[in-house]
């Protein structure tokens, strides 16, 4: 059976899609935003719970390098943005007034310097496709957990370590505390606990070499960190802060998790056991046409998930999303929209999920129509 998606708002982007990345909704109920960030500036546009626009309420943060060479993240008020940098992460308020910068060693992998500045590689050709870190806010804004290439301007945690994990005073930039990320990223996500300030999600990608997935926990003195086995891409937290949604590194089996990163109960689903083919895929060679999990989607609700196989599907015709319902009642079903989809589907956890249209100028959010509501 088919889920019928019903469009329950359009989100216009507020910058134009060539001069800009794509924009992306944020935060959960009461504090909505929708981000996007040009070379010059991030827009942060406040959204009222019917997903519009509050009027009067925007804000703006001037940019410190261009997009992309770097990462970055608003904070859940809009009072200030974060810029994960190649050479520094550095805190910026609307008035473009820098708040604190953090130096680190550069994310050139070839450069051994400690730049002073953006404009010290910023023409240097070698610097140009670095790799990356990334930074993410704590639920209530208080803290900046920071993923950046060691060391720091005091030195390393100890001889070996590449990557840093850091927490970070929001206010003042005073580094909290710092542990060893037992990687060499190409990139990162964080993902963040929709209520604990305390508790953070780190998802690196080292290309092929693997994806290393750390849970963090700040207690006010020190950080402890989980080091999930396996290479995982860690997608989503549940509403209730104790589920994850993973997909593997070979993009084969989509999980549900506990706070732990073990697997629940019978929640693992093989992309070769529940998928079925694309339906304008030859039949001929099955081995050609194999389909598995994006690297995208997220909990809708606590006990359902939306994920899609664009990757694979864009092959062969239009791109597939699914609803899963985690409880088991209802199972796996394929999405139908009133126009094919653009792209790969975030989850907001209220049971909606967004798309972006095909022009890349706004969001659609959805919510599910049959069965159920949502599976509720």
């Known amino acids: 059976m088919s889920v019928h998606a019903r469009l329950h708002a359009t989100v216009p982007a507020p910058l134009p899609s060539p001069a800009a990345g794509p924009p992306e909704i944020v935060g959960g109920p009461g504090r909505r935003l929708l981000v996007q960030r040009s070379d010059e500036e991030i827009v942060a546009l406040p959204l009222d719970d019917a997903y519009a626009a509050r009027p009067g309420a925007e804000v703006r943060f001037p940019a410190p390098w261009p997009r992309d060479r770097g990462t970055w993240e608003v904070s859940p008020d809009a009072s200030l943005a974060v810029f994960a940098g190649v050479h520094a992460v550095r805190a910026v308020e609307p008035s473009g007034a820098t708040r604190w910068e953090i130096r680190h060693g550069c994310w050139y992998g070839a450069c051994r310097e400690m730049h002073d500045s953006y404009d010290a590689y910023a023409e240097d050709g070698d610097h140009r496709y670095p790799e990356e870190g990334s930074v993410g806010f704590s639920a209530d804004g208080s803290l900046v957990w920071a993923h950046v290439r060691g060391p720091l301007g005091e030195g390393e945690l100890t001889p070996d370590t590449v ?101 629940l109960d019978d929640l693992a689903w093989e992309a070769e056991s529940v998928l079925p083919p694309h339906p304008d895929a030859p039949s001929d060679d099955p081995d050609e046409t ?87």
């Open 163 to 263: 990557d840093e994990w850091l927490v970070i005073d929001a206010l003042d930039g005073r580094v909290l505390a710092r542990a060893d990320a037992q990687a060499a990223a190409a990139g990162s996500i964080h993902v963040s606990h929709p209520a604990d300030p305390r508790r953070m999600g780190l998802s690196i990608g080292e290309g092929q070499d693997g994806a290393p997935l750390r849970l963090g926990s700040w207690d006010g003195e020190e950080l402890a960190v989980t080091y999930v086995e396996g290479d995982l891409c860690l997608l989503s937290v549940s509403p209730s802060g104790d589920r994850l949604m993973t997909v593997s590194h070979d993009q084969d089996e989509l999980a549900v998790r506990d706070s732990d990163g073990h697997v």
């Open 290 to 376: 194999c389909v598995y999990w994006d690297w995208a989607g997220g909990f809708v609700t606590e006990t359902t998930l939306v994920a899609s196989t664009d990757e694979s599907d864009n092959e062969w015709g239009q791109a597939r999303h699914w609803l899963l319902d985690t409880t088991r009642t209802h199972g796996l079903h394929p999405v139908v929209y009133p126009s094919p989809p653009s792209g790969q589907p975030t989850a907001r956890g209220d049971g909606t999920w967004v798309t972006r249209s095909a022009s890349g100028d706004a969001l659609h959010v959805w919510t599910a129509g049959t069965p159920g509501d949502v599976f509720s």
